[in-house]
């Protein structure tokens, strides 16, 4: 996957008009697709079931959590406390101690290891025998004696946890011994409390059953695959899915209404999330970001035998609903391993695949469109490229991140599209999934194989028409990862102002995102990430912006109007009730 700087940056400008430019069609879907509330479950209580004994405690210098009285339920997410399951013994606010060498940041517990290392899990959710894993924090940084220290107990290292420390496999025998090693500051048991995600916490610590709809993502930690299932059958949790993930084996699993406390005891389970499903997030763009000189000309700015920024022998994964093969400014130029990816219902992925390659040899007159001046507007950022298609309908495509990844790779292409995602805003197990994807996509392999991964913003911005507004932290996943391209959504100037009447109101609802070509859309994803999760004020995100609203582009012939009545989108609501 070897390739010239010179296609780098036409490459990456190509995939990053393509992620945005797809929002608008997609924003009303992703609505009616969101992940019910966590209220909607009702109140039971959850027997914990039996595990071991209590295993010694490891013993010497290094320091261990310590039993702590039984917590209180923690109050709901509020402007005033938006982490209320957060734990920690730190006497300073993040922003002070976040890159101090005797901090350890986890998602759910903030610990400063020179501080009395008690904290208030509830005892349901701390481990009750050998917690099969521990975070261990070095004193300094990490070097190679320390991790030859690790494995000369039997460690096995299977993540970097901030700061300076790794989450490790290893029994409380090997504790014991690491415990007494120098240059180990610190060693926490990986306890049940650890593991859960945002959306599953409040159920296990109220200790309330899960909603019946839901799925749950396992990741477990290395190990046999075959008793992994075995023992998830003989529990009655159903395996739907299964993919590999940096960490370990992850499954995506239907268990009983009683089992979330449960599997956060399982010493061989590393982590647990809700399980989300795959949602789309969707001319006059190519003058704007530089691709041509001005709206009219045919050419790229360095001329037509500029084959960089042409896209002549480069192949763009693009992850979609599919692409209509037979269209006619696609044609000849449109390839996929799944049959089924060569059409397209929906008509989302012929529309972002036409923003990256339309020839735009058959699209209409530029005067007919409001803003736009030739057919020369509507050509793709790369009008020669190749598109590699691969569906995100479950039920025909790749049914993991990892085969969307490692196809991708293996096709040799050199750019992966995005315009979905996952509508969690939290950093979760596929954000990591991506991130470790741009490094090295098939990593049993010799030599690095990396990707270029690009990710639409997301329609959760709920900003204004003038370019402000809005929440930070509003970047789905996997767009919030480290390593990929995120790109946000400004508006196109095409300066709509056809009144629409309705409810008795007369308004001109496409003006206020039509009057301006370097405003941000209301409804694009703002940054930044993980506001005081990483660090005070999160990371920055997106990286950058492009046009993203109104565009025109390519249309499936097998596209079907939503206002014709022949498609409908089912909407699921459990535990609703109609007053009289």
């Known amino acids: 996957m070897s390739f010239r700087t010179s296609k780098w940056a036409w490459i990456s ?20 697709h969101r992940i019910p509330a966590e209220s909607s479950a009702t109140n039971s209580t959850v027997p914990t079931r039996p595990t071991t004994a209590p295993a010694d405690a490891p ?45 350890i940041l986890l998602r759910h517990a ?41 494995r000369a107990v039997g460690a096995e290292i299977v993540s970097y946890v901030p700061n300076n420390a790794y989450l490790v496999k290893l029994s409380s025998a090997g504790a014991a011994q690491l415990a007494g090693s120098p240059g180990v500051r610190t060693l926490l048991p990986w306890e049940p409390y650890y ?11 109220e200790q309330r059953p899960l909603p019946r709809n839901w799925q749950l993502n396992l990741i477990f930690f290395p190990g046999d695959r075959e008793a992994i299932v075995r023992s998830l059958a003989a529990a009655d949790i159903q395996v739907v899915g299964e993919e590999r993930t940096p960490f370990g084996p992850q499954f995506v699993v239907r ?35 530089r691709v041509a000189t ?85 050509r793709g950022m790369a009008p020669r490229a190749t598109i590699f298609v691969q569906p995100l309908n479950l039920a025909v495509g790749p049914a993991s991140d990892t085969a969307l990844q490692e196809n991708a790779a293996r096709t040799n292409a050199l750019i992966s599209n995005n315009s979905w995602s996952y509508p969690v805003r939290e950093y979760n197990f596929a954000s990591a999934s991506w991130d470790a994807a741009v490094r090295d996509t098939l990593p049993g392999q010799s030599n690095a194989q990396p990707l270029v991964v690009v990710f639409a913003a997301g329609n959760s911005g709920g900003g204004n028409n003038e370019g402000s507004g809005g929440g930070a932290g509003s970047i789905d996943s996997p767009a919030n990862g480290k390593n990929v391209i995120t790109v946000g959504a400004l508006e196109s100037f095409r300066n709509i102002t056809n009144e629409v009447s ?22 694009s994803g703002r940054g930044n990430v993980a506001p005081g999760i990483e660090g005070e004020f999160g990371r920055a995100k997106p990286d950058l912006v492009a046009p993203g609203t109104f565009i025109v582009s390519t249309r499936s012939s097998e596209w079907v109007d939503p206002e014709g009545g022949t498609e409908t989108i089912p909407t699921l609501l459990t535990n609703q009730f109609l007053g009289a």
């Open 502 to 523: 309705a409810m008795g109101m007369t308004n001109q609802p496409w003006l206020g995102q039509t009057d301006s070509s370097n405003i941000v859309v209301s409804f």
């Open 255 to 289: 268990a009983p209404a009683d089992a979330l406390v449960a599997l956060a005891h399982r010493p061989d389970v590393q982590a647990l999330e809700l399980h989300r499903s795959r949602v789309p997030a969707n001319d006059l763009s190519r003058g704007h970001v």
């Open 195 to 205: 593991k859960l995600d945002s959306a599953l916490m409040p159920l296990a610590v």
């Open 13 to 32: 400008l190509v995939c990053l008009i393509g992620a945005v430019a797809n929002w608008w069609l997609g924003r009303d879907w992703e609505q009616r």
């Open 294 to 378: 001005n709206t009219t000309t045919l050419d790229s700015y360095q001329g037509p035998a500029s084959a960089p920024l042409t896209g002549v022998g480069v192949l763009v994964n693009v992850n979609d609903t599919g692409v209509d093969a037979q269209h006619p400014d696609l044609a000849g130029r449109v390839i996929s391993s799944i049959p089924a990816a060569l059409t397209d219902g929906p008509g989302h992925g012929t529309h972002v695949a036409g923003i990256i390659a339309s020839s735009g040899l058959n699209d209409p007159a530029g005067d007919q469109v409001p803003g736009s001046f030739t057919n020369a507007d509507y």
């Open 59 to 103: 013993t010497g210098p290094a320091r261990t959590t310590s039993p702590a009285p039984p917590a209180p339920i923690a109050s709901p997410s509020s402007p005033t406390n938006p982490f209320p399951y957060r734990l920690s013994n730190a006497t300073k606010p993040i922003s002070e101690w976040i890159e101090s060498e005797r901090a």
């Open 110 to 150: 903030l610990v400063d290891t020179e501080a009395p290392l008690s904290l208030d899990i509830p005892p349901h959710l701390r481990a009750q025998g050998d917690p099969g894993a521990y975070v261990v924090q070095a004193e300094g940084a990490i070097d190679q004696a320390f991790r030859d220290r690790l």
